[in-house]
């Protein structure tokens, strides 16, 4: 039984592979969160978005640039106002403009170049230009005042450049022991203060709430005093206007003085009676046996 051999050439092998690595080469997947930037021959030529796309084999390439937030921190010396030294912690978070990436690219090769170059130092001076205006304890206590500051001024710094700042944030301030001790005694001076001032409030209201308590029980007496005292006025004007108007019912008619006589009459004649002669009076009176 004789087998067969099938010779294949050479030339259609390496087609054939150089067929399916061109295949690959031209095949390219940006990220989530960043932007692909397509070189042809080292030249940047146009900016894609996240997903699948394709490329000229072996001519073209790919670099990303992140265009999700980033965070850079920087911890740096300086003085307060009272010139006393201070190491501080700051952090910036920040991000590139989508639709400006090749255009940073261009301009500074990439993320690194750029934060080396321009975001890092501008960073630093907007934060420096700032904490010699505080002093310590107002740089401890008032941090917020001290990150819009510097949050003002960075931005300003990085006016016409393709990112947006978004926010700062003041991570760490050292300083030296013998100050924060000073601070924190002085603190709890205050708290203290405080706190004595709160009761000596507390104090006085109490005693102004039993002042008013006793206002209110006096008013209450006097007004009862006073419906009292009305009320007997009242009594007196209805007691008064009642006997005048009887006195002079009275005047008015004669009658009323007999019906009144006869009522009050307890049945016996009068023992005695006054005469016109010489004997004046006379004595009613049956003699005694």
């Known amino acids: 039984m004789k087998i067969e051999k099938f010779n294949v050439p050479v030339k ?21 969160g960043h932007i692909g930037i397509v070189k042809r021959f080292s030249e940047a030529k146009e900016q894609v978005n996240p997903g699948l796309h ?18 850079n921190e920087e911890r ?7 010139q006393m030294p201070v190491t501080i912690s700051v952090s910036v978070n920040w991000t590139v403009d989508k639709t400006a ?27 420096k230009d700032v904490i010699p205006q505080y ?5 401890i206590q008032d941090r917020a005042s001290a990150i819009q500051a510097i949050e003002a001024n960075f931005i300003e710094e990085m006016k016409g450049f393709p990112v947006t700042v978004d926010n700062i944030q003041i991570e760490n301030i050292s300083l030296p022991a013998k100050y924060l001790t ?22 006085n ?8 308590t006793a206002k209110a029980k006096a008013d209450g007496i006097k007004l009862v005093a006073i419906a009292e005292a009305e009320s007997i006025r009242i009594k007196g004007l209805a007691e008064a206007e009642a006997i005048t108007a009887k006195a002079k019912a009275l005047g008015n008619n004669p ?12 049945g016996k004649l009068p023992a005695t009676i006054l005469g016109s002669s010489n004997m004046p009076i006379l004595d009613m009176r049956s003699p005694s046996k």
Do not use: C
């Not at 394709?54 to 965070?71: A, G, L, Q, Y």
């Not at 209201?205 to 008013?212: G, K, T």
């Open 255 to 266: 009658l009323i003085v007999k019906l009144t006589e006869a009522q009050n009459w307890d």
């Open 12 to 32: 259609s092998i390496v087609v054939a592979v150089g067929v399916i690595i061109a295949g690959v080469n031209s095949v390219y997947t940006v990220n989530e």
């Open 205 to 212: 209201l109490e005693a102004q709430r039993d002042v008013n």
């Open 54 to 71: 394709f490329k000229m084999p072996f001519i073209d390439s790919v670099e990303e640039i992140e265009v999700r937030t980033r965070k």
């Open 182 to 203: 000073s601070i924190e005694t002085k603190q709890t001076e205050k708290n203290l203060a405080d706190a004595e001032k709160h009761k000596l409030a507390r104090q």
């Open 76 to 82: 740096m010396a300086s003085s307060t106002k009272e």
């Open 101 to 127: 990436a090749l255009e940073l690219f261009r301009q500074y090769g990439g993320l690194s170049q750029f934060e080396n170059r321009i975001l890092d130092p501008r960073f630093r001076a907007a934060t």
């Open 135 to 139: 002093d310590a304890e107002k740089l």
